[in-house]
């Protein structure tokens, strides 16, 4: 059973767009203790829908525990009876952290599209101010899949003096033209949407709910891999009979699950959130300041790094992996790597892939022994 | 240059839906003679979007040719100086045969959502009836790529004494789950455009316009590879400067290219083809009326085949067109296969790449020495 708990910070926050976040707050969670050294903490950043309830339940009436709660807690790869383990809700996001869906002080509206873009680097510096409130100097490791492990390299080189250990499962070092083009199908799904009403849906209390279900369907897509689907669905019709063609008839397995997938997520999500989110992710380019040299970049990170990658991951390939892997080495950094064989393409990385949490758990055995 | 032509047909079509369509008409192209013995025929099927104008120019101000001008035209793998080319739009089309935004003869309104829904075996009989119209009892080859590779085989299991090669490029023995999501999302894309107006959009002087340019970009990521796009595009700005991060500021070519690409299709294709296209793609399943064994299918062929497919097609993968040989050989069928060293995805099967236009015509000449 888990509390969600806030964080506020009232000293502005310097952006990277050049604009300052005045006063502003972070929902975060933390299972386990911290020791009396404070050394066991470790920090989870969450991909592009997450949310700081990373484990374990909110009531006992939750019917689902938190995203990440096949590997948090206790006995599990982030054991909670030797870890203390933080997750929070990045800033812009929407369950609780300061977004666009909070109030504006200078207007008294919700900030909507006018909420200051992100790159990942700002959430860093916001995740710092977090370690500095609960007072841990050096995280014994910070990790994250997917966008959650773009912000836990940007933490290796940006704070080298406080991560011992970086765990980047399912990332890359930037995205592809080809991750570019479904972020922006996604974001025009939104910005079609006519209830999107140019992000200012909130003060006309409405939600551009089809733009987002697209949004979410293309991305689900994405997630999945081919073989993943084709096991999960096949061919397999849930109405209708083909014999009869199409009219109103037959509809697949597949077609009815996206569309709940859309629907849930149009629900659950905030539209401008989605917008900030994506072009986080777009802009991400690890070694952009760096000469754009992914070796010179990793260069000035003093921790070691555990990169892992799923083998039918379409979105961040293994390849993918293997560049971070080949500047780590270049760069002379200490790097353990696993491929895993897995299915289930991108989503593998959120779960209990019995390879997949033996490395978990043996390379965090070793961040344990010297907490 | 190349004129288009129509055949009006009166007589109603038995539809696979239990439906006949009453009197339609059939927009097609030719290019090179017929011969004396009307042996040198061959049929070309199109794709999910294509229409009648596979080569050559409608008039001196043409920009471009026809979308197969590459292969179709003297000294090319379908040699006009040997063959007599026939290129139609399909039935439900949106470029001059009869389909949706065709007037209803019961109504004296356009079809609209009320056309028939088609499935590709449809297709092949209403091809059946422009080869009577024309004059050819036999097909030296039918060729097609992606749908229209489909057509292709369902010509050679349906109507074996009327085809002698059967060309199937970048297809597949029926779509995969992960196929079907794209459609689905494509679909769904038009569906929650307010001017889709349940495909009224006609009547009401409207186009779909938002939905039918994210359907369309949607399946252009589809058609182009992973690497297509990072050589076509990388990670290269179109405006502003990543430093800056999101606020209407950096743009990359992928997303300018896409939304054009988006909004030229919807400036130039009907939505409601758009929907029955994609439909009759779902729903093809070459073996499901033979036990949904490809084998027994392909049992009832007699004609000859050559399949071809790319490296990088991750739309219908090489993968999938193995499964269409493996299933020939079993059938005891004749069958020559080239997998293609390509970079362009699906959409390679419309480039001139040396290897496939040297497959094509090699193949092209064996047909062409029994005509």
């Known amino acids: 059973?888990?509390?969600?708990?806030?964080?506020?910070?009232?000293?502005?926050?310097?952006?990277?767009?050049?604009?300052?976040?005045?006063?502003?707050?972070?929902?975060?969670?933390?299972?386990?203790?911290?020791?009396?050294?404070?050394?066991?903490?470790?920090?989870?950043?969450?991909?592009?829908?997450?949310?700081?309830?990373?484990?374990?339940?909110?009531?006992?009436d939750d019917k689902k525990p938190g995203w990440w709660d096949e590997c948090i807690g206790p006995g599990k790869p982030f054991d909670t009876s030797k870890f203390f383990v933080v997750s929070l809700n990045n800033l812009g996001g929407c369950h609780?952290?300061?977004?666009?869906?909070?109030?504006?002080?200078?207007?008294?509206?919700?900030?909507?599209?006018?909420?200051?873009?992100?790159?990942?680097?700002?959430?860093?510096?916001?995740?710092?101010?977090?370690?500095?409130?609960?007072?841990?100097?050096?995280?014994?490791?910070?990790?994250?899949?997917?966008?959650?492990g773009m912000q836990a390299m940007r933490w290796a080189l940006e704070y080298p003096q406080r991560i011992r250990h970086c765990i980047v499962i399912a990332a890359a070092l930037k995205l592809s033209a080809q991750n570019?083009?479904?972020?922006?199908?996604?974001?025009?799904?939104?910005?079609?949407?006519?209830?999107?009403?140019?992000?200012?849906?909130?003060?006309?209390?409405?939600?551009?709910?089809?733009?987002?279900?697209?949004?979410?369907?293309?991305?689900?897509?994405?997630y999945l891999s081919d073989d993943a689907m084709a096991s999960k669905f096949g061919r397999d019709l849930r109405s209708g009979s083909l014999e009869q063609g199409g009219e109103g008839g037959a509809e697949f397995q597949v077609q009815s699950y996206l569309r709940y997938q859309g629907s849930q997520f149009s629900g659950n999500f905030d539209a401008n959130t989605y917008m900030l989110m994506t072009r986080a992710l777009d802009y991400f380019d690890l070694a952009r300041e760096y000469d754009n040299d992914p070796v010179a970049a990793f260069g000035h990170a003093q921790c070691s790094f555990l990169v892992v990658s799923f083998s039918t991951d379409w979105r961040f390939s293994p390849q993918r992996s293997r560049e971070i892997v080949d500047a780590l080495i270049a760069a002379d950094?200490?790097?353990?790597?696993?491929?895993?064989?897995?299915?289930?393409?991108?989503?593998?990385?959120?779960?209990?892939?019995?390879?997949?949490?033996?490395?978990?758990?043996?390379?965090?055995q070793r961040v344990g022994a010297h907490c």
Request: hydrophobic share 40%; with cysteine.
């Open 96 to 148: 609780g952290s300061t977004g666009p869906s909070s109030i504006n002080p200078e207007t008294d509206k919700p900030w909507g599209p006018d909420f200051p873009p992100l790159r990942a680097r700002d959430w860093v510096n916001s995740q710092v101010r977090l370690a500095d409130y609960l007072g841990i100097d050096c995280w014994a490791a910070v990790v994250g899949g997917s966008l959650g």
């Open 1 to 60: 059973m888990v509390t969600p708990q806030v964080a506020h910070f009232d000293a502005p926050l310097p952006l990277t767009c050049g604009r300052d976040l005045p006063a502003y707050d972070l929902v975060y969670e933390t299972y386990g203790e911290l020791n009396d050294k404070r050394s066991n903490a470790m920090l989870v950043c969450h991909a592009l829908s997450g949310h700081a309830h990373a484990a374990g339940y909110h009531s006992a």
């Open 333 to 364: 950094r200490p790097v353990t790597y696993a491929e895993i064989e897995a299915d289930e393409g991108h989503d593998a990385f959120l779960l209990p892939i019995p390879r997949y949490v033996s490395v978990l758990n043996a390379y965090m």
């Open 180 to 222: 570019l083009a479904f972020n922006e199908v996604a974001r025009q799904a939104i910005l079609s949407d006519p209830d999107f009403a140019e992000g200012r849906y909130q003060e006309r209390d409405i939600i551009p709910a089809q733009g987002l279900a697209l949004a979410r369907m293309v991305g689900h897509i994405t």
